[in-house]
């Protein structure tokens, strides 16, 4: 991401449009690596409380950017915080992780997500000019039909994050002008790789949903990213440099 901070020469960077840096043992060391290698890491946030501390602990890192979310999955316990995240909004460009969820265990809660969720575009659409890094686990069609009908595309941009969705729903979700963050994890299922053969070129940016998938053994990291490109490179028949190149044209396209 170049904006908002300088970033000096950016013909060669990667991309980790969604990770959850404040979930590592160690953030700062985490952050400082993938900045070092630059990998511009977009560090999603779970709850509005979460960010004045990792606002202050991230600011000083070139190829860092923080989004301001509140997590579908702690809607049922964190609902009231909606009027904390509106209070924040307006310190930064970047909004997630947001969305909802309609897997078994987040089910119950589907009401106050909803309504959350629907608040969180309402407010974005007003506002204008936010890029949202959107879940959507168990629930694509529900998540693009709500993006559709509460945030006009030129009043914001979607990055739908994991997205497992039919043609049908993915075609939908293109049409209305949404990115794609893609992660290694999704080649392992045969669901989400039908999934990424939907999805065109021009809308595919990277993600590690660090520390929530693996790498040898352990939580991938931003700085495993190249991996991530190379083994998404091979999905897609490309080389891994074109890949690379690919996501770094639809970055700039996603922010202009």
């Given amino acids: ?97 947001v969305g909802l969820d309609g897997r078994r265990g987040a089910r119950g809660s589907l009401p106050q997500q909803r309504a959350v969720f629907q608040r969180v575009l309402d407010v974005c659409a007003e506002r204008g000019g936010k890029i949202l890094t959107v879940h959507s686990a168990g629930i694509p069609a529900d998540v693009v039909q709500t993006i559709v009908r509460h945030l006009p595309p030129d009043r914001g941009r979607v990055v739908l994050h994991w997205f497992v969705g039919s043609k049908s729903t993915t075609a939908q979700a293109v049409e209305h002008g949404c990115f794609f963050s893609l992660n290694a994890a999704m080649l392992q299922s045969e669901t989400a790789r039908k999934t990424l053969s939907y999805i065109p070129r021009d809308r595919i940016l990277t993600e590690t949903d660090g520390p929530f998938t693996k790498r040898d053994g352990r939580p991938a990291m931003p700085v495993d990213i190249p991996d991530t490109v190379g083994q998404l490179a091979a999905f897609f028949e490309m080389k891994s440099n074109e890949l690379a190149i690919q996501v770094r044209t639809n970055l700039k396209l996603l922010l202009s």
């Fill in 1 to 97: 991401m170049t904006d908002q901070k300088s970033a000096g020469d950016s013909a060669t960077y990667w991309v980790d449009f969604h990770c959850h840096l404040d979930l590592y043992p160690d953030p700062v060391a985490t952050a400082v690596a993938a900045n070092d290698k630059r990998v511009r890491t977009l560090a999603v946030t779970t709850t509005p409380r979460a960010w004045p501390h990792e606002r202050e602990m991230f600011a000083h890192l070139e190829f860092i950017r923080l989004a301001l979310g509140l997590h579908p999955e702690l809607v049922a316990e964190r609902a009231s915080e909606i009027a904390l995240w509106e209070r924040y909004l307006d310190q930064t460009r970047y909004v997630g992780e």
